[in-house]
C-alpha cells in the first residue's frame, strides 16, 4: 500500500514539474511555432472534380430512371481513395456529393488516386489509378469515370 502511495505522489510531482516547465517556455519560441504552423498550412493546393458511376441499370431509358441514379451506396460500392505514390499507404477517401462532385485541400506533393479496393477481373472499367502532383494555391480537377459493365 505504501508503495502505491509513494507511487502517486512521485507521479504527482512529475505533472507538477511537466507543468512548471511548459509555462516557462518563451514567447520567442512559440512565436517561432505559430509560423511554421501556419506556413505548413499555407503550403496547400485543392484537388476536385466528378466521379461518375455508371451504367446502373442494364437499360438506359430517355428520359433516364430515377432509380438508376447514383446513391451514397453506389459510391460506397466502389470506393475511391488518395495513397501515397508508393501506393502503400492511404491518406484519405474521397467520398463525393450525390451529384458525384468532391473537393479536397491537399498539402503539396505527389498522390496516386486509385481504388480502394480492386474490383473483381473483367467488371467494369476505369481511368483509375492515376497520378498526381498538388501544387501550392493550385486547382487541380479530376474526373473520375467508373464503368460498372453492366449491359
Known amino acids: 500500500m505504501r508503495r502505491k502511495v509513494k507511487a502517486f505522489f512521485l507521479a504527482v510531482i512529475v505533472v507538477v514539474l511537466f507543468l512548471i516547465g511548459g509555462c516557462t517556455r518563451n514567447a520567442t519560441s512559440e512565436a517561432g511555432a505559430i509560423q511554421n504552423a501556419t506556413s505548413e498550412f499555407?503550403?496547400?493546393?485543392t484537388l476536385a472534380g466528378t466521379v461518375?458511376?455508371?451504367?446502373l441499370?442494364?437499360?438506359?431509358?430517355?428520359?433516364?430512371?430515377?432509380?438508376?441514379?447514383?446513391?451514397?451506396?453506389?459510391?460506397?460500392?466502389?470506393?475511391i481513395a488518395l495513397f501515397t505514390p508508393d501506393k502503400k499507404a492511404e491518406i484519405i477517401k474521397i467520398v463525393p456529393s450525390l451529384n458525384g462532385t468532391f473537393s479536397?485541400?491537399?498539402?503539396?506533393?505527389?498522390?496516386?488516386?486509385?481504388?480502394?479496393?480492386?474490383q473483381a477481373s473483367g467488371i467494369g472499367r476505369n481511368n483509375l489509378p492515376v497520378n498526381i502532383t498538388i501544387k501550392v494555391g493550385e486547382n487541380l480537377t479530376l474526373n473520375i469515370n467508373i464503368d460498372t459493365g453492366i449491359r
Open 42 to 45: 499555407s503550403e496547400k493546393g
Open 52 to 55: 461518375t458511376i455508371g451504367p
Open 57 to 79: 441499370c442494364p437499360v438506359e431509358r430517355e428520359p433516364p430512371d430515377p432509380g438508376c441514379r447514383p446513391t451514397d451506396a453506389t459510391y460506397k460500392a466502389w470506393p
Open 104 to 118: 479536397i485541400e491537399l498539402p503539396v506533393g505527389d498522390y496516386v488516386v486509385g481504388l480502394e479496393k480492386s
